[in-house]
């Protein structure tokens, strides 16, 4: 491949990690109604445990993405949007940075305040209690969980539609960048 065209896209660490996170969130939503389903929205079974997990490798990839992010090449678009195309963009990938932040330690704290653990599969290994039991926090971050979840399909798909617009109706590199 032609430099030209290797330093128009993002690091392959961030394209990955980019990547991996939406594959990581869609098993997070998956997983949670299929918990749902089989457990009358218990938290013990394994879709739920299968939940967990997604939640905390979105966490892992978020740091990696944002090391790559701040070290790697920012190709621009081309050409170039408008002003109030960047705004937009810009408020959107920020939304979608502090959710990809918050929601996993929200769920943790969900869990830590119904008074479990996180608990890693296979090793068996429980990750320490960030806050101790209490019922009335435990019912506020449950909710606060829950309604970030629905708003962030919303966001999501804000984001997914913006990408093909960029790509199929203004025709330029923006989704190129990230593939
Ligand atoms: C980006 C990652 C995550 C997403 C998108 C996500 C999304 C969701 C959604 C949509 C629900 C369903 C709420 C409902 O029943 O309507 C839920 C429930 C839940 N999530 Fe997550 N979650 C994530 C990460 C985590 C993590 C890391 C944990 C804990 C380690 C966690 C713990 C829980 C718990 C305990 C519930 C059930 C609450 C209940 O009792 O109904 N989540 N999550
Ligand atoms: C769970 C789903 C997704 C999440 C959480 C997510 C999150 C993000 C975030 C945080 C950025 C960072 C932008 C920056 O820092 O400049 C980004 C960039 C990008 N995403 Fe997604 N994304 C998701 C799904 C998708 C899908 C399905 C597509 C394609 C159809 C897509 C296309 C892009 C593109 C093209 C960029 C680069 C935008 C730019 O540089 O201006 N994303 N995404």
Redesign the pocket.
Known sequence: MHAAARNSRYSATVRWAHWLTVL??AA??LL??L??DDEH???AGSA?QG??L???V??GLLLVRVIGMAIGPRPPIVPAPGHLSVLVARVTHLALYL??LA??????L??NY?GET?TLPWSGTALPALVHADPGAREFV?EL??S???I?YWVIGLHVVAALWHHFVKGDNTLRRML
């Open positions: 990581a969130v997070a939503y949670v109604e918990g749902d929205g218990g938290t739920m939940h967990y997604a939640g905390l979105v966490l959710f990809l929601q996993p330690i929200i769920g943790i969900s869990v119904a996180v449950e969980h829950e970030l979840g629905e962030f």
